[in-house]
């Protein structure tokens, strides 16, 4: 299995507040990605990287930001979070001519 | 714009039949790739297949089968004697290529599987 660890695993946060999520990856990958699994619309992309700070938005990037100071670690933060961010997040690494593995996924809840 | 399509949300068939799941896709790249991956219960993404567009081959792995049919833009997944463990969300996905080189993959919205005895 490929090295993707994801914290923590579940979050209770209230609306209005900040979270940060973390993605860790001992693989040595230059891609990093962010999704949401919502019900009926299967996983969307937020923001990936392919590159120590280099990064780009993907189609439900509003209201996510990311930041990549090492290789390793992706991390996506919620400024000030929502109840529709309430979500199921998946880190993934890969991509280009690698195959796409998912880490095991972030239960975010926002009350 | 890409799209992917899997037009049943749930199927539930008794142990030992052989079940398709069904994938249509729509993208104007020429060169892309195609994904399938299962959900179990527990949660986690287990990457199942990655179909580069160039390779029309159908595959076989174990008890399970994909077809490939670029002219309808269909990639088909097929598993034959179907088994409880097989029970899960199942995802096919389209990637298209983004800046750096990465792929960013479009799901489709997944078909539930249910395996009864």
């Known amino acids: 299995d490929a090295g993707i660890t994801q914290s923590p695993r579940h979050k209770v946060t209230e609306t209005g507040t900040p979270v940060t999520l973390r993605c860790h990856q001992t693989?040595?990958?230059?891609?990093m990605y962010w999704y949401r699994q919502d019900p009926g619309h299967g996983l969307r992309l937020i923001h990936y990287?392919?590159?120590?700070?280099?990064?780009d938005k993907g189609e439900v990037s509003d209201g996510y930001s990311v930041s990549r100071s090492k290789t390793e670690d992706f991390l996506l933060t919620l400024e000030s979070a929502t109840s529709s961010q309430t979500s199921v997040y998946f880190c993934?690494?890969?991509?280009?001519?690698?195959?796409?593995?998912f880490g095991s996924g972030t239960q975010l809840s926002v009350l | 714009a890409q799209k992917v399509t899997q037009a049943q949300t749930e199927i539930s068939v008794v142990e030992k039949e052989d079940v398709t799941l069904d994938c249509v896709y729509e993208?104007?790249?020429?060169?892309?790739?195609l994904f399938w991956y299962k959900q179990p219960p527990s949660g986690e993404l287990v990457f199942l297949i990655r179909?580069?567009?160039?390779?029309?081959q159908n595959e076989i792995s174990g008890r399970y089968s994909w077809n490939f049919q670029k002219s309808t833009s269909s990639f088909n997944f097929t598993i034959t004697a179907s088994q409880v463990v097989d029970s899960a969300v199942y995802f096919c996905?389209?990637?298209?290529?983004?800046?750096?080189?990465?792929?960013?993959?479009?799901f489709g919205t997944g078909t539930q599987l249910k395996v009864e005895l």
């Open positions: 179909r580069n567009s160039f390779d029309e």
């Open positions: 993934a690494i890969g991509g280009g001519r690698e195959k796409l593995f």
């Open positions: 990287s392919y590159g120590v700070k280099d990064t």
């Open positions: 993208t104007r790249d020429t060169t892309y790739y």
């Open positions: 693989e040595n990958h230059r891609y």
């Open positions: 996905a389209l990637s298209q290529w983004v800046t750096g080189g990465g792929n960013k993959l479009t």
